[in-house]
């Protein structure tokens, strides 16, 4: 079957750095993805990688590792709005999401 | 409007009524999908469509019935709901490309209630 794993809650202190890990098998693979979501509000695109290496983006990175099946978000600099769901997202051989169960991060002053 | 639209943002049901779901797209999109989303659960995928053409359905109860007149409106039609279906409702869009991964637009959501 496929899976994508990632921890169900993180807590981390404003201005520090936080890495939410995710860990997929899937048919196939297309690429990866990962959305930011806000209580009640729409996932949003963070980022995308289908090459292994790190992607920065800002304050927010991104790294991927084809052959471990595993990726990770790097969020620097934390600010309190950055308190929400952090959503991975695997593409696929078909190019079909498989979503994993999103990451919630609790960011204290 | 920008972006990718929802109506209602909260709808509350009982088992015997029937509604639906409105999404609009406004990005010039050529996919439209339909997500349910329960709580500590990883997003499901109920329907897409593609050119307004349906290509997923991942066995989805009947008592959900997808429609998609034309490439920038999908409608999510309800009737006989189970307690159980009770969750956020969300609606993407993306600009799928033949043989290629491609980004989803998500509108807010529909949070429904089934009682």
């Known amino acids: 079957g496929q899976n994508i794993d990632q921890p169900t809650e993180m807590t981390a202190t404003e201005g520090a750095i936080v890495q939410i890990n995710c860990t997929y098998q899937t048919s196939g693979f297309n690429g990866l993805f990962w959305y930011q979501q806000h209580a009640g509000e729409a996932p949003t695109f963070l980022s995308y990688?289908?090459l292994d290496g790190l992607e920065e983006k800002g304050r927010f990175s991104s790294f991927l590792s084809r052959s471990k099946g595993y990726s990770y978000l790097l969020l620097k600099e934390l600010q309190m709005k950055d308190s929400a769901s952090y959503l991975c997202?695997?593409?696929?051989?078909?190019?079909?999401?498989?979503w994993g169960a999103g990451t919630k991060l609790i960011i204290k002053p | 409007e920008t972006g990718v639209t929802q109506t209602p943002r909260h709808l509350v049901m009982g088992m015997t009524n029937k509604k639906s779901l409105k999404c609009e797209q406004h990005?010039?999109?050529?996919?439209m999908y339909w997500y349910k989303q329960s709580a500590k659960k990883p997003l499901e995928l109920m329907f897409v469509?593609?050119?307004?053409?349906?290509?997923e359905n991942n066995s989805v109860p009947s008592r959900f019935s997808p429609e998609c007149p034309n490439s920038s409106h999908l409608f999510l039609h309800l009737h006989t709901l189970q307690p159980e279906d009770s969750a956020l409702y969300l609606c993407a869009s993306s600009q799928a490309l033949a043989g290629g991964p491609d980004e989803q637009f998500f509108g807010p959501g529909t949070r429904l209630t089934v009682l």
């Open positions: 469509y593609s050119l307004e053409e349906r290509v």
């Open positions: 990688n289908v």
């Open positions: 997202a695997v593409s696929d051989s078909n190019y079909q999401l498989i």
């Open positions: 990005l010039g999109h050529n996919a």
